[in-house]
């Protein structure tokens, strides 16, 4: 089974600065990667799929790069409503499936 | 609207059964991969299951593999997970996801999520 590692697991960061998170797999999974936002309480949120296109409706300030086994989420000018947990995904076959252990943004 | 609603979450006995159901509305829903995804309380994110468009493919997490079942009614636009031999691992909150469409859907990452339905397994 592939593996995906982030870091750091937790991220502490005020409202306007820049972020990045990392994401790395344990085997080239070309391209299929998910990235994920969630709120306490709520459903995970799609921001960005094929490890750089944005879903839609997903604020510009959010980007994501990276092909084979390294990614990244970058959010440019962090805003109050994007403290939350963030995961990668790994996508490379329907037969299985992966999620990172998460992100936690807090408010510094 | 977009939409998927979970359902059949509850508080279960260890070893008991639960039958959880997500309907979906708003889209072509014999056109997608439908998942399942659970969420233990305070954890991390775990794919559990995948069932293809017609239902002719389904694919599990390991520690599922034998004990659950997902299935899908395509006239009804639900999708399913039987969930058997239940064990305290399995105490989440359960998610169902649209998870693309055709051979290279898994391309397009999970796009639609139900609010999840929480299952409890006491001992």
Do not use: H
Request: proline share 3%; aromatic share 12%.
């Amino acid at each position: 089974d592939i593996q995906l590692t982030q870091s750091p697991s937790f991220l502490s960061a005020s409202v306007g600065d820049r972020v990045t998170i990392s994401c790395r797999a344990s085997q080239v999974i070309s391209n299929y990667l998910a990235w994920y936002q969630q709120k306490p309480g709520k459903a995970p949120k799609l921001l960005v799929y094929a490890a750089s296109t944005l879903q839609s409706g997903v604020p510009s300030r959010f980007s994501g790069s990276g092909s084979g086994t390294e990614f990244t989420l970058t959010i440019s000018s962090l805003q109050p409503e994007d403290f939350a947990t963030y995961y990668c995904q790994q996508l490379n076959s329907y037969a299985s499936i992966t999620f990172g252990q998460g992100t936690r943004l807090e408010i510094k | 609207e977009v939409q998927l609603v979970e359902s059949g979450g509850g508080l279960v006995q260890r070893g008991g059964s639960l039958r959880l159901s997500c309907a979906a509305s708003g889209f072509t829903f014999r056109s997608y991969w439908m998942s399942w995804v659970r969420q233990a309380p305070g954890k991390g994110l775990e794919w559990v299951a995948n069932i293809k468009e017609d239902g002719s493919e389904k694919y599990y997490v390991d520690s599922v593999k034998g004990r659950f079942t997902i299935s899908r009614d395509n006239a009804e636009k639900s999708v399913y997970l039987q969930m058997n031999s239940l064990r305290g691992e399995d105490t989440a909150v359960y998610y169902c996801a649209r998870c693309g469409s055709g051979t290279y859907g898994n391309y397009y990452g999970m796009d639609v999520w139900g609010q999840g339905t929480t299952v409890t397994v006491s001992s």
